[in-house]
């Protein structure tokens, strides 16, 4: 089993603050996915990263794959209350090719007014 | 289009009971999944469907069996819960499993609880 660690676990700051959160492992992934998570709602994919090294942008949200395919981050510029959520990362192994996802536990964020 | 559905979104059973979760598509994908999600643990998967006909073990896959019923639908099956058991459930699909950028849907889950 590939083991994703996210950190930190819960994360709260107010509005137009800036926040990093972690996604780290020991295993190589051939993708790896950010999704966000509301109460009572299932998980909303936000990005697909695949090239070691890779940066996207998501108008204040900046992901990046770490050059091993090892770990990512996801920073979040002037947050906004509408941040607020569980923010998971999830990686397919590099034998894997169904689609089959490996997921860390989760961040929590919340932004305060 | 309604996406990934799942019924029912709330369950309670006692020790024993069985029930079947429901899990529909209307995106005509290919493969889907089912995960439980429990507190700080983030999801794992139970069971997958790569494609209509085809059904494989996840990470956590005892005490539960799935049947991929037609291209839309995915059912889990407990044959006796346990306390155990009492998760979030959620069914996901993906147009094609192997694809790597292929966005993966999840349905609103459903809350069940073993007594």
């Known amino acids: 089993t590939q083991l994703l660690e996210q950190s930190p676990q819960f994360l709260s700051i107010q509005e137009g603050e800036n926040l990093t959160v972690y996604c780290n492992s020991s295993?190589?992934?051939?993708?790896l996915q950010w999704y966000r998570q509301e109460p009572g709602e299932g998980p909303v994919l936000l990005v697909t990263?695949?090239?070691?090294?890779e940066v996207k942008k998501l108008k204040r949200l900046t992901f990046q794959f770490g050059d091993a395919r090892k770990d990512s981050s996801l920073h979040i510029t002037a947050a906004q209350p509408g941040d607020t959520g569980l923010y998971l990362c999830a990686g397919a192994g590099a034998a894997d090719s169904w689609g089959k996802l490996q997921f860390g536990a989760g961040t929590q964020v919340v932004v305060t007014p | 289009n309604a996406g990934v559905t799942q019924t029912p979104k709330f369950q309670v059973l006692k020790t024993g009971q069985s029930m079947t979760l429901q899990c529909a598509q209307d995106m005509n994908h290919n493969s889907m999944y089912w995960y439980r999600q429990d507190p700080g643990m983030g999801l794992r998967l139970i069971y997958y469907?790569?494609?209509?006909?085809?059904?494989d073990k996840g990470e956590v896959p005892n005490g539960y069996n799935v049947s991929r019923l037609n291209k839309r639908e995915f059912s889990l099956r407990l044959e006796s819960a346990a306390p155990s058991q009492t998760s979030v459930y959620f069914c996901a699909s993906r147009s094609q499993g192997w694809r790597v950028t292929d966005t993966q849907y999840f349905g609103p889950g459903t809350r069940l609880t073993v007594l």
């Open positions: 990263v695949v090239t070691g090294g």
């Open positions: 469907s790569a494609s209509e006909g085809t059904t």
């Open positions: 295993s190589v992934f051939s993708s």
